[in-house]
């Protein structure tokens, strides 16, 4: 009953406030984490619920809008149209690509800070890839035919156009619960990818990329730690070839920077700001809001995610990531800084194809630690089904309360 209330009771809390930002993950918080992101699915309800929350609302994530492996693409196999997402604004809206990729409603992308010769390298790196998996494949398993081998490389390599990006879920498929042999493809390919890095290097792109591995153990000397699989953890499943600087606590600058540019007609950080104008720690993030956001322009901000880790090294030290976690700390920071109750939601993916820590089972172990300064204000243990429940509600009495409020205006003004 106390779970159920305190998800009422935050409901109520996010009914009525003037102002309010929802910046949502998106894989594992409203779509089941599943092994092929091409059978992703995401529910209609959920889609229309988004558009009552309007300029209230945005997503941050890892993934992509567009391509074929694209949220949009699950948009409309939702929807069963590819015409009526952008002719009813059903898009959703935000930043993909870790903070490069940013659309709106009608689907209109843009991605400011990025050069083309960056581009143009990412646009090669899948064919870098492939004769390097081969090998690796061939290496771990011998027995695979060739036939084999491109079927597990047509699952694992995606192609997309920000954000090129090895899975391994495929392998592990191979593996079944031999956590030596997960850990070798992870190491692998790890070492495959770093590899790409230095060919960027060598061809003039010594600033441009860098690995963002899902889930991580944190960032340490400016590369993120790998989570090698163990018997009870999977580990970390993707690794992907990021342009620097899209790192999703700079995501928030740039979602609140145009949440109150629409609120007020000027944005804060200026009109062109994007990840790579950002400033790096969250210590020099939060300074910056403070110089230029006004108390009064400062929304409530609810921050929701599902990838975060926390694993022991002794008896208070803990080695913490997770794609989720630095935006999450960011908000929760910013909300402590300008006096406002902002709420941080973590939704528990561990019900879907991909094995992670389950709160069921066993708590915030592998989530979070007595120690951890992130802390949840809401936990949603049946996953994305439940918090979308959750969500469609809330999304509802929200324009109800919206509509009410606009009612009252226009007639005081009678």
Known sequence: ??????????????????????????????????????????????????????????????????????????????????????????????????????????????????????????????????????????????ELSQEDINFHAAKSICETRFS???????????????????????????????????????????????????????????????KLSSKDDIGSTDIQLLIKGAVKDSGVLFLLNKYIAYKTGKAPFGNNFNFRNSPNSIKEKIDLCKRTIQIEDMPLIVGVGDTITSKKNSEKSYSRGGSDRSFLEFIQKLGDEFGINNKIIFVDSSSGEVERPSTKKTGLTGISDPYDNLKFDLIFQNGPKEYISWFIKLAKKRSNFKKLLTFEFSNDTL
Not at 10 to 39: E, F, H, R, W, Y
Not at 172 to 192: G, H, T
Not at 194 to 211: P, Q, T, V
């Open 1 to 142: 009953m106390e779970y159920m209330a305190s998800k009422l009771m935050a409901q109520k809390q996010l009914i009525s406030p003037k102002n309010i930002l929802i910046i949502q993950d998106i894989d594992g918080v409203c779509i089941p984490l599943v092994k092929d992101p091409m059978t992703r699915e995401l529910e209609s309800k959920y889609i229309y619920a988004v558009k009552e929350f309007a300029e209230e609302f945005f997503v941050l994530t890892c993934g992509e809008h567009e391509g074929p492996r694209g949220v949009n693409r699950i948009i409309e196999r939702s929807l069963r149209s590819t015409t009526e997402p952008k002719n009813k604004e059903l898009y959703l809206r935000g930043l993909a690509a870790c903070g490069v990729e940013y659309q709106d409603n009608n689907g209109e992308i843009c991605f400011e800070g990025v050069s083309k010769k960056e581009l143009n390298f990412l646009s090669k790196v899948p064919s870098l890839i492939r004769p390097k998996f081969n090998f690796i494949v061939e290496n771990i398993f011998p």
């Open 164 to 226: 090129p990006t090895i899975n391994f879920n495929s392998l592990f498929d191979l593996v079944n619960n031999d956590s030596d042999k997960r850990k070798l493809i992870q190491i692998s390919f790890e070492k495959m990818m770093n590899e790409i890095i230095l060919k960027a290097e060598s061809e003039g792109l010594k600033n441009s990329f860098f690995l963002h591995i899902s889930p991580n153990l944190g960032n340490k000397n400016g590369r993120e730690t790998i």
